[in-house]
């Protein structure tokens, strides 16, 4: 399977800060990487949809000034959360597709990253 | 729109079989996958329906009916390691782009 490296695994932040965390696809080009937000006991929440070379395309209710998401190479997505909140405190994880646009197979999946704001 | 449901939580003793159910209402249709997700770690793919029926993979089996947007994941002869986090995912696809959905999640709890 594909390896999916996302960094850092855990931050711990004040209020008002911003984080950025790395997704990088380590053995094969990704145009597309999704990032989800997954709550406590909660399921994984889609945020938005990163392309390489292009806008991320950001789920109803994602504030795109807030979580900035960057794809400018095909082995690295990066998601900011800017002016970060107690409440923005998550589990962030990315997931890769291998291939062009249209692959419908297998998600590959970061190691998450656990962001804590205080 | 769409809707993945799930049922939140199931016990079932060691060495039992459990059948976890997965509904989906959703445009766009292109494929359902079962996750397992352990706390605190990343989902691990467990497996994948596109088509209608039923997918083995040894202790762990899905179906897939299409026209009544229902999947279900059955996992046999449970060991307490099968203590995790289901997750159903769907493949949505729109207009040449597409994403996966995940549905609410189930926590199993194996018990000796």
């Known amino acids: 399977g594909a390896v999916v490296s996302q960094h850092p695994s855990w931050v711990i932040c004040k209020s008002g800060t911003s984080v950025k965390i790395e997704c990088r696809s380590l053995?094969?080009?990704?145009?597309?990487m999704f990032w989800y937000r997954q709550f406590p006991k909660q399921s994984l929440m889609l945020m938005a949809t990163s392309n390489e070379g292009s806008k991320a395309t950001y789920e109803q209710g994602v504030e795109k000034d807030k979580f900035l998401i960057n794809h400018a190479s095909l082995t690295l997505s990066t998601l900011t959360v800017t002016s970060a909140h107690p409440e923005d405190s998550s589990f962030y994880i990315c997931s890769v597709s291998p291939g062009a646009s249209g692959y419908t197979g297998e998600l590959f999946f970061g190691e998450g990253s656990r962001l804590t704001v205080l | 729109g769409q809707n993945i449901d799930q049922p939140t939580e199931m016990t079932a003793t060691e060495g039992a079989i459990v059948q976890i159910n997965c509904t989906y209402q959703t445009s766009g249709f292109n494929g359902l996958f079962w996750y397992q997700q352990h706390a605190g770690e990343a989902p691990t793919f467990l497996s994948y329906n596109v088509l209608d029926g039923l997918e083995e993979k040894g202790r762990f089996s899905s179906f897939l009916s299409r026209s009544k947007g229902y999947s279900y994941l059955l996992l046999k002869e449970l060991q307490m390691k099968d203590s995790a986090s289901y997750l159903c995912?769907?493949?949505?696809?729109?207009?040449?782009?597409?994403?996966?959905?995940f549905g609410t999640g189930t926590r199993l709890k194996v018990l000796a």
């Open positions: 053995d094969f080009q990704a145009t597309t």
């Open positions: 995912a769907v493949i949505q696809s729109t207009s040449g782009t597409y994403k996966y959905i």
